[in-house]
């Protein structure tokens, strides 16, 4: 079973707690009724939905990446598979709540576009008496409104740059660690190589040394021989395979 250690749920953890987020911000913007203050939830959940979004999409593209060599990972054909459905369940929760908010917000536009037109079908009679001033005023308000929404807008696409780099941060420090982790392994098995090889040199020097004591020595002294390099052989196993 994959470790808690293991990049992906490192990257999972992350993405949960902004989906926990998301879901406490959409529920305030459900009960939320003040039109200005709805507007401003309504940008901050659709900022955190698309953040969101981008998250599930590289860790997809990581799964994808595994499930080419899955033993490599240390995992197998099932757990990709529920990593798989992890990030489609995650990607269909923030699309609901995103489809959800964007239809709020275009019911709120269509409701203002039919008060506006049913002001426009007043008669005459109703029409203010100060119209110059009324528009002026008006244009008053509009230049303060719009100059409120670009300082929202840029302070709103600050924090999702805020956001960006800190996700770009966090991955890049999970490739990091399974580069680190990949290069202890080639450690590990260079080393391992490097003592079969010497292993195996000592061997062929102690047959080629039997070879040669056997073809001058007696029969007597052959089964001595033998003897004293058999005990050589168990002293050097001992001193290779268990020091």
């Given at each position: 079973m994959p470790s808690a250690q293991d990049p992906f749920y490192v990257v999972k953890s992350e993405i949960q707690e902004s989906i926990d987020t998301l879901q406490s911000t959409f529920e305030q913007w459900k009960r939320t009724s003040d039109a200005e203050e709805r507007?401003?939830?309504?940008?901050?959940v659709i900022a955190g939905c698309e953040s969101i979004?981008?998250?599930?999409?590289e860790l997809e593209k990581a799964i994808a990446v595994a499930s080419r060599e899955p033993s490599w990972y240390g995992i197998d054909d099932v757990e990709i598979e529920n990593r798989r459905r992890w990030t489609s369940s995650a990607r269909t929760q923030v699309g609901t709540v995103k489809k959800t908010v964007d239809a709020g917000k275009s019911l709120s536009t269509t409701s203002i576009n039919g008060m506006h037109r049913e002001l426009m079908r007043l008669p005459d009679s109703y029409q203010p008496y100060t119209s110059n001033q009324n528009a002026a005023n008006d244009n008053d308000d509009f230049i303060q409104?719009?100059?409120?929404?670009?300082?929202?807008?840029?302070k709103q696409q600050d924090e999702e740059l805020d956001e960006l780099s800190l996700s770009v941060q966090r991955i890049g420090g999970v490739g990091l660690t399974i580069?680190?982790?990949?290069?202890?392994?080639?450690?590990i098995i260079d080393e391992l190589g490097n003592e079969m090889d010497s292993t195996s040199n000592r061997l062929d020097f102690v047959q080629k040394k039997v070879a040669m004591v056997m073809k001058k020595a007696s029969a007597k002294g052959?089964?001595?021989?033998?003897?004293?390099?058999?005990?050589l052989f168990i002293f050097l196993f001992f001193?290779?395979?268990l020091t």
């Open positions: 507007g401003r939830v309504t940008k901050e979004e981008w998250q599930v999409d409104s719009e100059s409120d929404r670009q300082m929202l807008l840029i580069h680190e982790e990949l290069l202890a392994q080639e450690k052959q089964i001595m021989m033998i003897l004293a390099l058999l005990a001193l290779v395979f």
